[in-house]
Each structure stands twice: as C-alpha cells, then as structure tokens.
C-alpha cells in the first residue's frame, strides 16, 4: 500500500521504471554486498585459505537480504552505527559457518563501492538500449518528413528553409552524441577490486604471509567474478570521485540535450506546427478547457534541468576529499548516484512516448512558409527577370520598394504578405510571371536538406552504424505508457 503521510520521490512514485528503481532499492545494494562477500571468500579459500566448504555454501544460501535480515541489520546499525559492519553481523547470523570469515582482510569500501561500480555499469546496460531506441524512433520520423519543407529560424527569426525530417537530424545528432557518452562513460568503468584500508591491500598481504602474487591473483579473481575485466590498479580506501564525476558529465550533457530538443518541441507546438502525443480523455488546462499544453516536453525539460545539475553534487564532492578518503563522500552519493540513474531513465520513458506519436501539421507549416517565402524568393526573381535579359539594378530597385511596401502592410496594419500580388501587378516583372509558380516552390529553397536527412539515416550512415549493436535490444515497434 502506498504510504501517503510520508514524502516521497516523484521519480520513484511518478517516473522511473520499476528495473531502474530495483537496481538501487535497498535490497538490492545489501543483496550486492553479500554477493560481493560471497566472491571473497571463494577467492580466498581458492588461494589456500581455511575456509569451509560449508561456510560458502550457508553464504550463498542467503546472498538475498530477506524482511527479517532488514530488521535485524537496522537493529545492529542503530546500536553500532556503522553500516557495513551491522551487515556483516547479521550474514553472520544466518550463516553462523562462515561468521569468522565474512570480510576477511576487507573494509567497508570493499562492498559499498564495488557494488557502487556494478551499479553504475548495470544501469548503462539498462539506458543504452532505451536511448538507441528514441533515436531510431526520431529516425525513422526524419525519413518521413525528410522532404517536407520548413521554416528554419536564426536569432529566433525566420531564415531559409529546411525540412522538418532535417531540424529533427539536428536532434539525432546530439543524442548521437549523449549515446556515445554513455557508452564511453561504461567502458571506462573498472572494479576497485580487492585494496584494503588504504588502498595498499597491506591486510590481504598480512593474510597471505607476504605473498604478493597472491594477492594480486585473489584481486584478479574477484574482479572477475563481479564481471569485470580489470580493476583499478591505483586506488584509496575509495574508487576515485572523479569516476564519479566523468559519469555525471554524460548524464548533466544528456539532460542539456533534452532541454534542447523538447524546448524546440514546445516551441514548435505554440505555433501549431507539431505536437506531442494528446489522449482522448486527456485534460490541457483546469480553466481553459480548449487548451492542448505540451506537458510531457515540459516535464521532459523540468526533469532535464534536475538533471543537468546533479554533476554539480559529483564534482563537489571529488573536489572535497582529503588525502585517502573522507566520509562526507558518503551521504550525498547516496542521493545523487540514484538520482542521475532514476531521472535518465525517467526522461527516456517520457521522451520514447512522445517520439512515438509526433504529430506534423503541413497545413499551417505551408502557411507559415507562405507567409515569409515572398520576401525569401525575391532572389530568385531577381534572377530571373536578367535570366530574360532585364537589369539586375532596375529589378532590385523594384523588389525592394515593393518590399518595404508589402512589410508596412504586415506590420502595421496586420494584414498578408502581398509582395507577390504587387510583383504580378507590376509591368516591369511581365516576363516571368509565368515562372511564378516555379520561382516560389518551396522545395527549391532547402538545398540538399532532404538528402542529408538519408544520408544521416539511410544504410551505412551515422545512426545505423550507432545503433546496429543494439538491434536486438530496441523496441522501436512499442509504445511506451506513461505511468502518469
């Protein structure tokens, strides 16, 4: 039942998944730590240490923290307030063989960052597909649309045209580049491993009579075990903060990114050009009942701006660390490691769902060109009146006395652009009347727009070639429910 006198986390009750929200649920981070022990002791009775048979096999018995474990482990750590060793404790209590050797020659970091780095590298594992999939949504949205002609703006004003399937590769484009982030970000990713109080792995060395090789083997065992290629050779009692910190730079740029993009989304549904996805029974505004607000891009921007901020909390905290370690990494990287995982995942499922019903709106996009291509295309006019042998000078001067009159009527008296009317009723302009039409087609004046588009998309461009490594994971064909 959902607790109602007590605040909770609009991405934990509102927004992320239920996977994302698992990976750091409670359970879930003490189970990992029990694993993690589990791994130690396997590595260590491999190398020749006196642990029993029966001991590992009571240790995976009850690698899963159970409501009873929880109980008992919030007990000892109100008695002994640490953590770590209120778990140890209780893994004790339900595998009495093995109590005397659970953390042998470990500390606490052993567990809280390692599990820490499964994390982080489970939770790309969970994003990358999802992101792959808005992109080949977006993609197949710009093939589309690829030659349907648009207003572009520069300095938020009208500018040449393009198409909408070329302004979305603009889209594609950065998250392209948030997806190559990502997976930058996970394969940088490495186990701190097996490295004691400090990082000199002193006590694991104690434990095996000065042998060095075998503790760098029980390091490379255990990495392995987590599934992990290699660990840090050089680390502190921690892995270092600034991991931290590269990982939140991915995450506070793909936040900018979806700023960005649903910002564009927004503005294009104040003018009525494109809109999100709008249900049946869906309600826009409490008093103005006709209304059709874009509030799933606006979410996605609230939640992108959340988002873009977290990397602040990883880089303070790197930036605050003395010599080996301090604890005040502790608290706040309980907050920010989560949220920078739950939020992604939670802009991901709002922004698949609208990407899977944009809807394009060709009537008012043509009557916005239409509005603002007489005054583009007086180029070609020019052109085309000394095409018929005409003077450049003369049809320039012509152009732009009618220009000016054309945009007084626009802008004081708030009427159409009349500026074609005028050049048709002008006699000096009689030779290419005819070549009207053709002189103001909208498709004459995006350039190569419509083949960057299928370039960019089509076989063997840049998102195919981004995206065939998750082929089997995409759901392209699936919509996405919001949960609200």
Known sequence: MPDYDSWQSPLSGRYASKEMLHLFSPRQRASTWRQLWVYLAEAEKELGLSISDAAIAQMQDHVIMTNDDFEAAESEERLRRHDVMAHVHVFGQVAPEAAGIIHWGATSCYVTDNADLIFLKTGFDMLLPKLATIIDKLSDFAKTHQNLPCLAYTHGQPAQLTTVGKRTCLWIQDLLMDLRNFERARSDLRFRGVKGTTGTQASFLAIFNGDHSKVEELDEIVTKKAGFDSAYLISSQTYSRKIDVDVGNAFSSFGSTCQRIFGDVRRLASCKEMEEPFEKDQIGSSAMAYKRNPMRSERICALGRHLSNLSKDASGTF???????????????????????????????????????????????????????????????????????????????????????????????????????????????????????????????????????????GPGGEVRMALDKYSGLMTNGQVVQLSI
């Open 319 to 457: 930036e605050a660390q003395w010599f080996e370690r301090t604890l005040d990494d502790s608290a706040i990287r309980r907050i920010y490691l989560p949220e920078m995982y739950l939020c992604a995942d939670s802009l991901m499922i709002i922004m698949d769902n609208v990407c899977s019903g944009l809807v394009v709106y060709p009537a008012i996009i043509q009557k916005r060109i239409n509005e603002e291509l007489p005054f583009m295309a007086t180029e070609n006019i020019i052109m085309g009146i000394v095409a018929k042998g005409g003077s450049r000078q003369v049809a320039h001067e012509h152009v732009r006395v009618l220009s000016q009159q054309s945009a007084r009527v626009v802008k004081e008296e708030g009427g159409s652009n009349d500026l074609i009317e005028r050049i048709r009723k002008e006699p000096f302009f009689k030779p290419i009347i005819h070549d009207l039409p053709k002189l103001l087609d909208a498709r004459t004046f995006v350039g190569r727009a419509p083949q960057q588009v299928e370039r960019f998309t």
